[in-house]
């Protein structure tokens, strides 16, 4: 079965630094990836998402994931945060095959708080 | 904006009611999923309707029970309603189950049970 692991529940950096949130995904079969943004009472909002080809996606607002098999991390980063970028971040996996076909398995989240 | 529409957006229901919750789907999508996202949680996948049938399920009970229509358009719905069963409910719609397509989602329904 596929799983996938946000490591941090919550990450504060300041505006302009580095943001980094960090995704494992466990799964027999490379699953599609995907992260989703989710800002207070909305719905999710897609980034950016990884199928087959170049392994470094890059997504909207200036985000970017690298798929790395050998690690199994699918880890979301920006050079520079934003007031803007405070939000909760969510990895999520696609299956592709199997019982749980066209399930999306989500982690946990990670609350990112932009500080000034 | 997904053009994925969910309706209602927030509702309040009595445990032991029943609740309806439906969702448009993207135009030209015939994949749709349903989700359950708990306070403080990552959406848990209820399950997923392809060309009106289901063909995926999570570990939910059998109260909770969707329909998918000939537009693509579907219900959720809910018995017996629990105070656990208070959260956002996610519509999720994609061109194709499981192909990696893009999938969209709604601005959700929050249910809200007392």
């Known amino acids: 079965a596929q799983s996938v692991t946000q490591l941090g529940s919550h990450v504060s950096v300041s505006e302009g630094a580095l943001v980094l949130l960090r995704c494992n995904y466990s799964?027999?079969?490379?699953?599609?990836l995907f992260w989703y943004v989710q800002y207070p009472n909305q719905g999710l909002q897609l980034l950016l998402k990884y199928t087959t080809g170049a392994t470094l996606v890059k997504g909207i607002n200036g985000f970017e994931a690298e798929f790395k098999k050998s690690e199994t991390s699918f880890h979301l980063t920006k050079p520079s945060a934003h007031m803007s970028d405070a939000a909760e971040y969510f990895c999520?996996?696609?299956?592709?095959?199997?019982?749980?076909?066209?399930?999306?398995?989500f982690g946990q989240g990670t609350i990112l708080t932009v500080h000034p | 904006e997904t053009g994925v529409t969910q309706s209602p957006t927030h509702l309040i229901k009595t445990r032991g009611q029943q609740v309806t919750l439906r969702c448009s789907s993207q135009?030209?999508?015939?994949?749709v999923s349903w989700y359950q996202q708990a306070l403080g949680q990552g959406p848990q996948f209820i399950f997923q309707y392809y060309r009106e049938e289901e063909n995926g399920r999570g570990n939910f009970p059998p109260r909770f029970s969707g329909l998918q229509f000939p537009n693509y358009s579907s219900e959720l719905n809910v018995n017996a309603l629990e105070l656990d069963d208070s959260a956002l409910y996610l519509c999720a719609s994609s061109q194709a189950r499981g192909s990696g397509n893009t999938i969209y989602f709604g601005e959700g329904s929050w249910l809200t049970v007392v």
């Open positions: 799964s027999s079969v490379p699953p599609y």
């Open positions: 135009s030209g999508h015939n994949t």
């Open positions: 999520a996996g696609l299956n592709a095959g199997g019982t749980s076909y066209g399930k999306l398995t």
